[in-house]
């Protein structure tokens, strides 16, 4: 295909075979972070062939001309997967100018007994020395049960003293954790011993008590393991073949496997990408960054069967080992690039990944000529607000992709606690139904309001319900908590069956005759911007006019006083810029000069985001730029799609715009699949993917659940207890 597209004749064939390696000893145990040093070459004999498909010849001498060079090149150069995992586990630690700059207070010899316990609590352990001043506070509660109350960071954001150390790992070697809470990374002191020294500690008289952060890591990400085996302690069974093929992790990636798995077990991404007749690359200059060609090519791997198949190189003689797995590095790579967290190689919230996935997609261009498969997900929520005093109502509509749902929690008294149930903080609570969860989402609250009609400050109630509904409904169930302003797992159970279930009880009704609307929403809505109190605040202390203030906010989402003030240095010699903020209507900007278009997208931004930006700009092509790289997550309009100031389902031509989902009822759904996790952080610990389906499809038999473990695939065993304690579900409706 490639010679027929760019007639590049020349190709290299390389086939490996796997070294047969007898150990006498046992592997050596990870203490560490990092890439074992074993290479390719000692794990792999390497065969390779040349062959030019313009002359038709199947094995051209390797050394004749330039051949041998750049044979042995390409078998030198690392490939992509190796260069982008960039020792996936080892961190590199730098200093950092509060470090460099350090000031410390006058010497003092710090009593032993003072170096006992947190000066402000009675704990013992998890301590942290700040050196600037000597003060000794207890760090943040970490996973694995340490405690902490967080008093060194409250030192911190007293006194601004930024860098501690933790004293049970200073080692007599002058090795330390060493943490900057003003840059909230761990750093490298490499004056430790003349900064510790200025407190009376002495490092040849340490002795190191306490694990380090990285070896905490490192205990994190080995301790979380699914279980491959049943009660009786068989092992599961192997599954192979189309729809079973797992993928390698690559380094903390297991929130992006399992997210694949269940995205891919849908049949609108089946449907979407799963196309083996048609070529994904022709007329592509370079497929790896193109995000059509990566899914497809993921979506041929995991659907295909041909990689679903015991890993060859592994001894079969001690029963069918388990498949090789796909590494899906340029997905990774493609998909993370550019973006803060998913471009490092650091544990992920599978959630959020699932959000920039789906933004990822909705604004590619190639969804132009087929079906966007996150359509899917798509539905109309509605707000009803009631003002507590006039009764008046008013409607809002939101067009989401997802839904978290709050759990509710309910401690169960101590002295009812009962061993393995209570947890590591020592509370145990109650089971919750997915019903009542849904029924505290959509339960009513009052929120603090004032009324545009009556001028009251008593508040509105306000209920959110299903306008319509999704062909797939993704829940979130939030069992996050703060603790000391760490986000902690809370081990709530949620009963989730496996039987079909109805969502008619949560549709709203939309406006009764009996209501009275506001009257915002009983005439045509005109476009609103209410500027952040506190941001423009703080800019009229700067000493900026109001209006200013106002004009900055608008341009920069209302984001931050930080972000208004740059626009404003940025703009003071606009000759508009002490006018007062005029905002467009829809309808003044419905036809947005095609022209203005294609310059925001000569840019690098995609129609439907420069139609958008120009409609909220007025029109102005340098103002929308601005606007699009104040609001990233953009995800752009269609052209009938509907102003998104006015809060309506109309397009710009007046006629209704096509609702997202459903609003037919029956509203049947039934789980389909799982992303679960276990640690006490979605930062830590490990995600796996249950999926429901047929094992064997030529059977009569119900689907049957399959846990994705990574490149493990394995028909699964008590479901039951993982669905309670899933992070992520997606349930398919019933038509």
Known sequence: MHYATRAHPLVLNI?????????????QKVTKLAIAAETEADRYDYHTTVKCYECGIEDIDKSEGKLAAVVDGVLKANTFSRQEEVKAW??????????LTLQQEDARQIQSQD??????????????LCLQCGNLGCGRAQFGG??????????????????????????????ADVYCYACDEERIDESLAAHLANWGILLAERQKTEKSLMEMQV??????????????????????????????????????????????????????????????????????????????KIAEGLLSGRYAIPDPDVDATQGSPYQRGLAPSMLKHLVGRGHSEFSTMRQQDAFEFLLHLFK????????????DPTSAFRFILEHRLQCLSCRKVRYLTDEQDNLSIPVPLRKIPRTEATGAEVLESGDEYEPVTLKECLDSFTGSEIVELTCSECGSKDGFSKQSLF????????????RYILVNWVPTKVNVAVIVGDEPFLLDAYKSHGHQPNEELLPEDASESKPSFVANAEAVQQLEGMGFPRVRCEKALHATGNSSADAAMEWLFGHMEDPDIDEPLVLTSASSVADIDPAKISLVSEMGFAPAQARQALRETGGDVERAVEWLFNHPDAQGEDESAAPDASKTLTSSSGTPKELAGKSELPAEFQLNSIVCHKGSSVHTGHYVAFVRKKIDEASPADP????????????????????????????????
């Open 146 to 175: 340490l405690k902490g109350n967080s008093h060194g960071v409250a030192h911190k954001n007293s006194t601004g003293h930024a860098v501690a150390v933790k004293l049970g790992s200073i080692t007599s070697d002058g090795t």
């Open 15 to 27: 086939r490996r075979t796997r070294k047969q390696v007898s150990r006498d000893e046992p592997p």
């Open 219 to 296: 205990d994190e990400n080995l301790r979380w393991e699914f279980s491959m085996t049943d009660d009786d302690g068989r092992e599961l069974r192997k599954l192979f073949g189309e729809g079973f093929t797992g993928l390698k992790n690559i380094g903390n990636s297991c929130y992006l496997a399992s997210t694949l798995q269940c995205l891919f077990a849908l049949p609108q991404f089946k449907q979407r990408y799963y196309l083996p007749d048609e070529d994904a690359v022709a007329g592509l200059d370079d497929p790896a960054q193109d995000l059509e060609t990566q899914l497809r």
């Open 467 to 478: 306008k319509t509904f999704p062909e797939v409904l993704a829940v979130n169930a939030k």
């Open 704 to 735: 049957e659940w399959v846990l994705f473990n990574d490149e493990k695939v394995v028909k699964a065993v008590d479901v039951e207890e993982m669905k309670k304690f899933a992070y992520v579900y997606f349930f398919k409706r019933n038509d």
């Open 115 to 128: 170096l006992g316990h947190c000066s402000s609590c009675d704990l013992k352990e998890n301590l942290w």
């Open 90 to 99: 080892e961190q590199e630690f730098t200093s950092c100018e509060h470090i």
């Open 360 to 371: 990822l997609i909705t604004q590619s261009q190639n969804n132009a000529k087929s079906q």
